[in-house]
T-cell receptor, first 115, second 117 residues
Framework: DAGITQSPRHKVTETGTPVTLRCHQT?????MYWYRQDPGHGLRLIHY???????DKGEVSDGYSVSRSKTEDFLLTLESATSSQTSVYFC??????????????FGPGTRLTVT | DAKTTQPNSMESNEEEPVHLPCNHS???????IHWYRQLPSQGPEYVIH???SNVNNRMASLAIAEDRKSSTLILHRATLRDAAVYYC??????????????????FGEGTQLTVNP
């Protein structure tokens, strides 16, 4: 457990409404990530952050924005939710593994349903 | 990132060894081989990683072919709790790229491991 929490854990929302998902970490790690996972598929990177106010796009960033105003929180916003954004969203952090590589640790996920 | 190829599914019996293969014929000299697994209804968890030599940890062993074009994750005695999707991922360790992305992972679809009691 790398001290990662996500909120909410479950959310149902209507098409066109804004939604913000929160990822919180307690260990001051520099790198944070948002992924989505759809049934039967691996995870796909939405956005990532390499420091406060430093973010970049991943492979499926359209329709999503992020913010990181403090080290411990990384927010994912769907400005106007669509049914195609129904998915499970995972937050992750990177931890240097003591000399050879980074390891990623994942939060428990947020299940978002857009009706 | 170089791509990996894994079987869609594998089956094993409890308390028997499991060998999960991964092909990565286009691997570059700077790619680490990472394995993650995802238990049902959970986020992925790190299993093991290596570069050239075989690696062991408390969860598993990683056997890397001499030409590095394939690798095998070995679970020495499968338990029911090992039933999960196992992902083999290549990650470039080049320094400049690592400065911003940290450890950006590209997930494929993995291997669904079923463990029979």
């Amino acid at each position: 457990d790398a001290g990662i929490t996500q909120s909410p854990r479950h959310k149902v929302t209507e098409t066109g409404t804004p939604v913000t998902l929160r990822c919180h970490q307690t260990e001051n790690h520099r790198y944070m990530y948002w992924y989505r996972q759809d049934p039967g598929h691996g995870l796909r990177l939405i956005h990532y952050s390499y420091g406060v106010k430093d973010t970049d796009k991943g492979e499926v960033s359209d329709g999503y924005s992020v913010s990181r105003s403090k080290t411990e929180d990384f927010l994912l916003t769907l400005e106007s939710a669509t049914s195609s954004q129904t998915s499970v969203y995972f937050c992750a952090i990177s931890v240097w593994s003591g000399g050879s590589s980074y390891e990623q640790y994942f939060g428990p996920g947020t299940r978002l349903t857009v009706t | 990132d170089a791509k990996t190829t894994q079987p869609n599914s594998m089956e094993s019996n409890e308390e028997e060894p499991v060998h999960l293969p991964c092909n990565h014929s286009t691997i570059s000299g700077t790619d680490y081989i990472h394995w993650y697994r995802q238990l049902p209804s959970q986020g992925p968890e790190y299993v093991i990683h290596g570069l050239t030599s075989n690696v062991n940890n408390r969860m598993a062993s990683l056997a890397i072919a001499e030409d590095r074009k394939s690798s095998t994750l070995i679970l020495h005695r499968a338990t029911l709790r090992d039933a999960a999707v196992y992902y083999c991922i290549l990650r470039d360790r080049r320094g400049g790229w690592e400065e911003t992305s940290g450890s950006r992972l590209t997930f494929g679809e993995g291997t669904q491991l079923t463990v029979n009691p």
